[in-house]
């Protein structure tokens, strides 16, 4: 089974003149290399402190434990669970579990750590499954991502979720400092903010609309099973829209604009919508697609008809798609 996970949210900050040189363990807690004054370092824990000078060293320190927990959970899956490819189908899930999860669990370990697990259910075709995410936590967020997964068995996810069961956000108390451990002692929160510079790894419109799109579909929806079905509605979805939404993010001209393209089909009974959602590409003259599925569900058509309308029902002959390559 495929695991997905990052280190990517972590804070990093510029350690102070006077604090690096009144300090004796200004070291990363990977590698052993020295914190100069000026230097960034890298923190995704608030309980016992440690520090990094970069993301490898991250990854490279937490290594054992991803593959402890890998292992524990190849060994308690059982056989007739999800397949790789539906399981990594699913993996947009995790986005909205980190975001807003059911449960959040709470384990302390041997070394010290306060690690969390945060499960929740989703229903997919008429079915419940449960996404699993394991983690760190930092400033009240998920930082460091140890293992995440989806199963149809609530019990696998009940062996994850261990320890105290907590609620988010919450305040992760200050270890106490050891003497000459000022520096340990000294956590991201303790720093000036301004010197902060979140570095979560971002996700892609790809994987934000997934992931919103599973969670608004209905189980009474067209399943995707029968998607194929609907296949010849794509051409003419791009060709000639009933509507085109365009979304453009005003705080950052940099990002692509999202396109949403809706058509109804009166001639499939009961009719349908088709929906084509795509984003600009290099060029303003190319739309890369992001998603296309068939839906009777009102609600969930009202929910793409966002942003500045740039072809209504009323236009005739609509071509938002001239002049553009679509991949």
């Keep these: 089974m495929k695991k997905k996970r990052t280190s990517k949210a972590a804070i990093e900050v510029s350690l102070p003149k006077e604090l690096v040189e009144t300090t004796l363990k200004s070291t990363c807690h990977d590698c052993g290399a020295g914190l100069k004054p000026d230097d960034s370092v890298f ?41 790789n490819q539906e399981s990594d189908e699913l993996g947009s899930f995790r986005w909205p579990n980190l975001q807003n999860p059911d449960e959040v669990w709470m384990q302390k370990t041997v ?47 009940d062996h994850f979720g261990r320890g105290e069961r907590v609620e988010l956000p919450m305040i992760v108390e200050e270890p106490e400092a050891a003497e000459g451990d000022d520096f340990l002692a000294s956590s991201a929160s303790e720093i000036d903010e301004k010197q902060f510079d979140r570095l979560s790894e971002s996700w892609s419109d790809f994987e934000i609309h997934l992931a919103e799109a599973r969670q608004m579909r209905k189980p009474t929806d067209i399943p995707e099973s029968d998607f194929e079905e609907y296949e010849p509605c794509f051409e003419k979805v791009l060709e000639d829209p009933d509507e085109v939404w365009m979304i453009m993010d005003d ?75 679509v991949h």
Excluded: M
């Excluded at 070394?111 to 697990?117: E, P, T, V």
């Design 43 to 83: 923190f995704v824990e608030e309980v016992v402190g440690r520090v990094f000078c970069s993301e490898e060293c991250i990854n490279e320190y937490f290594k054992p434990d991803v593959e402890a927990l890998d292992a524990d959970y190849q060994d308690h899956r059982p056989d007739d669970d999800l397949d």
């Design 251 to 325: 705080d950052d001209l940099e990002k692509s604009a999202i396109f949403h393209f809706i058509k109804r089909f009166s001639s499939y009974k009961p009719a349908v919508y088709y929906i084509v959602v795509a984003q600009e590409g290099d060029s303003e003259d190319e739309l890369e697609v992001i998603d296309t599925f068939p839906t009777n569900d009102h609600a969930l058509v009202e929910h793409y008809r966002k942003g500045t309308l740039e072809i209504s029902p009323e236009d005739e002959g609509g071509e938002s798609g001239e002049g553009r390559v």
């Design 111 to 157: 070394a010290g750590d306060h690690r969390f697990c945060f499960i929740s259910q989703y229903e997919l075709n008429g079915k419940k499954v449960w996404s699993v995410c394991v983690c760190l936590i930092l400033g009240g967020e998920p930082s460091f991502l140890f293992l995440a997964f989806v199963t149809k068995y609530r019990e696998l996810a």
